[in-house]
């Protein structure tokens, strides 16, 4: 039996910091982390352009494969708690040209690799929801990542992922607004331990 687990939430609400404490604290456990250094130099090495149409299905094809690739990673871990995973890479693949204006049909130009990746979804997952001001203070407080990105996330991207996810049978929220960092990890937590005994109830 192989359990994955997902971590979900917009830019800057404290879900690496979740992370890391599921790591350091819950030895049973495997994180698969989002590192996307080798997607980032394809994408600068061959100067492809996400806002242009043919360069941006050539880069989610990266994203796709790779998002598989790690599904199957964790297949071989009895309970693994991705960062982000399948999920997010089906959400950005279909919304994010919405978020430029632009009405591409990326679901028919990738059909066959969505196809596959729906294969590879989480069995559940946990989404980390904020108010706009507990996501620019952790912004201001976090200088290790710069977040170039962000208001583009919390303008745009953030109101499309949240219809997205919330609401879901699969998916349960945690507002963390009132949380401390280690209250977030706690109560990460306590979602793991009773998402492994509801699928052990099944057994």
């Not at 917009?10 to 604290?25: D, P, S, W």
């Not at 297949?75 to 890479?89: C, H, S």
Request: charged letters at 30%; glycine letters at 4%; one cysteine or more.
């Amino acid at each position: 039996m192989s359990l994955i687990l997902s971590l979900q939430g917009c830019m800057a609400v404290g879900k690496t910091t979740a992370l890391n404490y599921i790591y350091e604290n819950v030895p049973y456990v495997k994180i698969s982390y989002d590192i996307n250094t080798d997607i980032m130099e394809q994408i600068k090495s061959r100067k492809l352009n996400k806002n242009q149409y043919e360069d941006y299905l050539e880069i989610q094809k990266f994203w796709i494969n790779k998002e598989i690739e790690r599904w199957k990673m964790a297949q071989k871990n009895e309970y693994t708690l991705m960062d982000f995973g399948a999920a997010e890479i089906e959400f950005y693949s279909l919304n994010y040209p919405k978020t430029i204006g632009k009405d591409w049909k990326v679901e028919g130009e990738l059909y066959k690799e969505l196809i596959n990746l729906r294969k590879c979804m989480p069995d559940r997952t946990l989404f980390l929801d904020a108010s706009e001001d507990t996501l620019r203070r952790n912004k201001e407080q976090d200088t290790r990542l710069p977040r170039n990105s962000f208001e583009h996330h919390l303008k745009y991207l953030l109101p499309l992922k949240r219809e997205w996810f919330i609401g879901r049978k699969d998916v349960d929220v945690l507002n963390v607004d009132t949380l401390s960092q280690k209250e977030v990890g706690v109560k990460v937590k306590e979602w793991i331990d009773k998402c492994i005994y509801e699928i052990k109830s099944c057994y």
